[in-house]
């Protein structure tokens, strides 16, 4: 079974037509390829006990994918989080802060990272995002 995302550019050049915006919890954002996955996504991951996500850039698939699962209840239970990887820490720490930011948080609450020798979680942390470093590590400490 396989789900394929079309698209995923964003328009780059101002005189090309805006996208439509989204308001979430206060933040307005564009609208994503992503958007009109969420109910298929949201269904392979209750069915997959793994799901890997591939799309454009710019398509939604590190901002909001996490936040649709997080979102969705019944899929991860309470105590569990969604990990998502980035290769570097920059991206990991850049992109907590403004999927925590367009939840209408701060990171280390609901949206946290991880990454060599900095922590910023919490027991209430939903969406944890790493280094592929640091997932490899957590899975070899606690399999």
């Known amino acids: 079974e396989e789900m394929a995302m079309e698209g995923g550019r964003r328009p780059m050049r101002a005189e090309e ?4 915006r989204k308001r979430r919890r206060g933040v307005v954002r ?4 992503v958007d009109e996955y969420r109910d298929e996504v949201i269904d392979f991951v209750q069915k997959h006990p793994v799901v890997i996500c591939v799309g454009e850039t710019g398509s939604g698939k590190t ?5 649709f699962i997080a979102d969705a209840g019944d899929i991860l239970p309470r105590e569990k989080a969604v990990a998502v990887t980035q290769p ?4 990991v720490t850049s992109v907590a802060q403004r999927v925590a930011r367009e939840r209408g948080g701060r990171v280390g609450d609901e949206v946290g990272y991880a ?18 470093g640091t997932l490899v590590r957590e899975c070899l400490a606690d399999p």
């Open 17 to 20: 037509e805006e996208a439509p």
């Open 30 to 33: 564009d609208d994503l390829p």
């Open 63 to 67: 901002t909001q994918v996490p936040q």
């Open 88 to 91: 570097r820490r920059v991206a």
């Open 115 to 132: 990454i060599r020798f900095d922590d910023c979680t919490s027991h209430r942390t939903r969406i944890k995002y790493m280094t592929d």
